[in-house]
């Protein structure tokens, strides 16, 4: 393993992110959300700012819930899942639409926003927003958001929340 690698979830990771059954503290967890199956582990250290991306990783991965995808591109991820020797997972990320990473990236700027705007009280929410996978996912929270920052926060809380994801 090297900062080139690439994860992907596997079928138990995937569990995981929606159950939390296995105990995994704050960091494992976020660093689990993040696992794209394209991102490397280089990419995976800058964006969660954990220096000790790979050691977490490997963590993970002992407890199956990422496998290495080898760090190929999202083609080859995608031609290995079909041959069985990637997760399923890693697959539907690599062939997901072109606009998936528009998916994710309105999912980062609403997570951005609701830990801005709530602190810690957001960041369940914000984990959620970070691993969304499909604009229906994103929406519904979306809206879970809005709800919860108006009723806590008010109108001025909810416009800026707005701003935030309009922002580039």
Same mark, same amino acid.
């Given at each position: 393993?090297?900062?080139?690698?690439?994860?992907?979830?596997?079928? *138990? &990771?995937?569990?995981?992110?929606?159950? $939390?059954?296995?105990?995994?503290?704050?960091?494992?967890?976020?660093?689990?959300?993040?696992?794209?199956?394209?991102?490397?582990? *280089?990419?995976?250290?800058?964006?969660? !700012?954990?220096?000790?991306?790979?050691?977490?990783?490997? &963590?993970?991965?002992?407890?199956?819930?990422?496998?290495?995808?080898? !760090?190929?591109?999202?083609?080859?991820?995608?031609?290995?899942?079909?041959? !069985? $020797?990637?997760?399923?997972?890693?697959?539907?990320?690599?062939?997901?639409?072109?606009?998936? &990473?528009?998916?994710?990236?309105? !999912?980062?700027?609403?997570?951005?926003?609701?830990?801005?705007?709530?602190?810690?009280?957001?960041?369940?929410? *914000?984990?959620?927003?970070?691993?969304?996978?499909?604009?229906?996912?994103?929406?519904?929270?979306?809206?879970?958001?809005?709800?919860?920052? &108006?009723?806590?926060?008010?109108?001025?809380?909810?416009?800026?929340?707005?701003?935030?994801?309009?922002?580039?």
């Amino acid at each position: 393993m090297n900062d080139k690698t690439v994860y992907a979830k596997t079928p *138990a &990771g995937q569990q995981e992110i929606g159950e $939390r059954k296995a105990g995994l503290d704050v960091r494992q967890r976020r660093l689990l959300i993040l696992v794209d199956g394209q991102r490397s582990v *280089a990419e995976l250290r800058g964006v969660s !700012g954990f220096p000790d991306t790979l050691a977490l990783l490997e &963590g993970l991965q002992s407890r199956g819930m990422v496998a290495s995808a080898g !760090g190929a591109s999202a083609a080859a991820v995608a031609a290995a899942a079909s041959a !069985g $020797r990637v997760p399923a997972t890693a697959a539907a990320t690599a062939s997901a639409p072109a606009n998936a &990473g528009d998916v994710r990236e309105r !999912g980062r700027r609403a997570a951005h926003a609701i830990t801005e705007l709530l602190g810690p009280m957001g960041e369940d929410f *914000a984990m959620k927003l970070e691993g969304v996978k499909s604009s229906e996912a994103l929406e519904e929270l979306l809206a879970r958001c809005r709800r919860m920052l &108006g009723e806590m926060r008010g109108k001025s809380a909810l416009e800026r929340f707005e701003r935030l994801l309009e922002e580039s």
